[in-house]
């Protein structure tokens, strides 16, 4: 796909604007294989951060510590996030795309590696050594899906794209939740088990480099033209315009953003907080089900990981962004209640039945945040955007994660999901209140409009007799004909009305009417 357009939006130089600078919009066959390159190693750094959670009692045995400091080996993801998150956003800003990727692929492998050094009980400061270098490239990870989809991908593509990208870090925990259990059993005899654990840190070392020497053969930073009538706009913008201070405080000052990052962060504060408390869960109320706690994981992820798709197609081709958001929210929360009374019962299957429904939306909301996010704060980075949604997830995660421990040890698990379920009500009525301000998709109908308003001009000139400026071809939209040459939009559109023929000479010139 082609298209010549021009430029002119908000945000850019009213000189600019005026100046009709043409703009190639235009496709890259990369940006598949960037996106899923993206995802892979979103998904190897998301198993390292679950994998110990998910076999909780396992590692408490092993290392000879508390159930809750193996929960520090997932809540510390969250805790680095949030002092690296600005330098990290500003990084990405400044320097691009391909820089953290680089940074975020080449920590996840390292962090990967040290863990092979901590594979004896009185180790357990160098498996936390490991993890928190894993939690750094986490930094360099989770703002991307927004970033990478709007930087590649057309404005019709853009939420698929950002739903597969947050697609391989939902499924990263899905195989976090099935993995370990398997590879790790709960044995006695310490040694054997180190030698289990040995395997499961080889095979994640292993998969780490190879994805980072992807990253370094095929990862780009940008393709060679924008994808869409937004994104050029965005590129058009010089450095000197740009301030990441400004931007902060702008997305700041953003009421209805304010609102998303508040409910965004409760919604997936409490899933972070199901997840790294699920096998304890699970445990309590079925022993000995260490293998099935991890499939009912695996369970809440993957049908998240359809709800994710499913949401992304349906804002591509609805742009119903609020309405989507909000059902999705009263449907978490709807299966965070039906979770939270079903658990107890003592039939699994119906456990696996309920988690599943729960999933599909709570997990499924991850990329509908950042793209409604993206929508809100046009033409900020969406780096930025996706970094604040960030920080505030992690925030509550934490929150959420100690106060439904000590709920649970106090009081047991159905007060602590119940904790959970206030929560996402919260949620649910925020979300009610945001309003519906797509910037993004206004940029790219403002632009189009004023294709098919050069259009209508050149229509109007040459059913006059008139001849097309020499500049016509730069300032509108092209076609391609079946030639394989191009012409302006609005020349093609009038030959067809005229019945002109449209093998038309190399070049795609079209002969000029004498007056």
């Known amino acids: 796909m082609v298209q010549q357009e021009p430029a002119g939006a908000p945000g850019l130089a009213e000189g600019e604007a005026a100046a009709g600078t043409a703009v190639e919009v235009r496709l890259s066959r990369r940006r598949w294989a960037v996106v899923l390159l993206f995802s892979s190693y979103s998904l190897c750094n998301a198993f390292q951060w679950i994998q110990y959670g998910s076999i909780n009692n396992v590692f408490t045995r092993f290392y000879g510590v508390s159930a809750f400091a193996i929960d520090w080996l997932s ?9 690296l998150l600005f330098p990290v956003a500003w990084l990405l800003d400044k320097r691009g795309l391909r820089l953290i990727a680089l940074a975020g692929s080449a920590l996840n492998a390292l962090g990967a590696w040290v863990k092979l050094g901590s594979l004896k009980p009185q180790l357990f400061p160098v498996t936390v050594l490991g993890q928190v270098i894993c939690s750094i490239a986490q930094v360099f990870i989770l703002g991307m ?40 059993p709960n044995l006695e005899d310490l040694e054997k088990l180190a030698y ?36 050029a706009l965005v590129q058009s913008r010089t450095t000197e315009e740009y301030s990441y201070v400004q931007s902060i405080r702008r997305l700041l000052h953003n009421a209805n953003f304010l609102l ?15 997840s790294t408390l699920l096998n304890r869960m699970v445990i309590h109320h079925y022993p000995g089900e260490e293998v099935n706690a991890g499939r009912i994981g695996l369970t809440i992820i993957l049908s998240g990981m359809v709800g994710a798709l499913i949401s992304g197609i349906w804002l591509d081709r609805t742009k119903t962004y609020k309405q989507t958001t909000l059902v999705v929210y009263i449907m978490a929360l709807v299966g965070m209640i039906a979770y939270t009374f079903t658990l107890s019962l003592g039939h699994l299957w119906v456990v696996f039945v309920t988690a599943g429904a729960l999933g599909f939306f709570m997990t499924g909301y991850l990329p509908l945040g950042f793209e409604f996010a993206a929508e ?25 994660t100690i ?21 996402l009500f919260l949620g649910t009525i925020m979300t009610a209140f945001i309003k519906a301000d797509l910037r993004r998709q206004q940029a790219n109908l403002d632009n189009e409009q004023m294709c098919y308003d050069s259009v209508a001009v050149t229509r109007r000139r040459l059913t006059l007799g008139c001849e097309l400026p020499k500049d016509a071809e730069l300032s509108l939209c092209r076609h391609h004909t079946s030639h394989g040459n191009t012409v302006p939009l609005a020349v093609y559109s009038f030959c067809v009305t005229v019945g002109f023929p449209l093998s038309l000479p190399s070049g795609g010139a079209i002969p000029q009417r004498r007056k």
């Not at 809540?75 to 002092?83: A, G, H, K, N």
């Not at 899906?145 to 990263?172: D, K, M, Y």
């Not at 106060?403 to 929560?423: E, P, R, V, W, Y």
Request: glycine fraction near 8%; include cysteine; charged fraction near 5%.
């Open 196 to 231: 289990h654990i040995s395997i499961m840190f080889f095979m994640t070392a292993g998969v780490a480099t190879a994805l980072f020497i992807l990253v370094v053969i095929v990862f780009k930073e940008k393709p060679l033209h924008p994808p869409s009538r937004a994104q």
């Open 75 to 83: 809540m510390c993801y969250m805790v680095t996030y949030i002092p």
């Open 145 to 184: 899906p927004s970033c990478i989809a709007s930087v590649w991908f057309s404005s019709h593509e853009v939420s698929t794209a950002c739903s597969v990208a947050v697609f391989g870090n939902q499924l990263g925990i899905a195989l976090g939740f099935l993995v370990p259990p398997v590879l790790v």
């Open 376 to 400: 809100l704060t046009y033409p900020e980075s969406e780096g930025t955007s996706s970094g604040l949604l960030n920080v505030s997830a992690q925030i509550f995660g934490i929150a959420f």
């Open 260 to 274: 998303l990052m508040v409910t965004y962060g409760l919604n997936v504060g409490c899933f972070y907080a199901l």
């Open 403 to 423: 106060s439904q421990g000590q709920i649970m040890d106090h009081f047991g698990t159905k007060a602590g999901n119940l904790f959970l379920c206030s929560f």
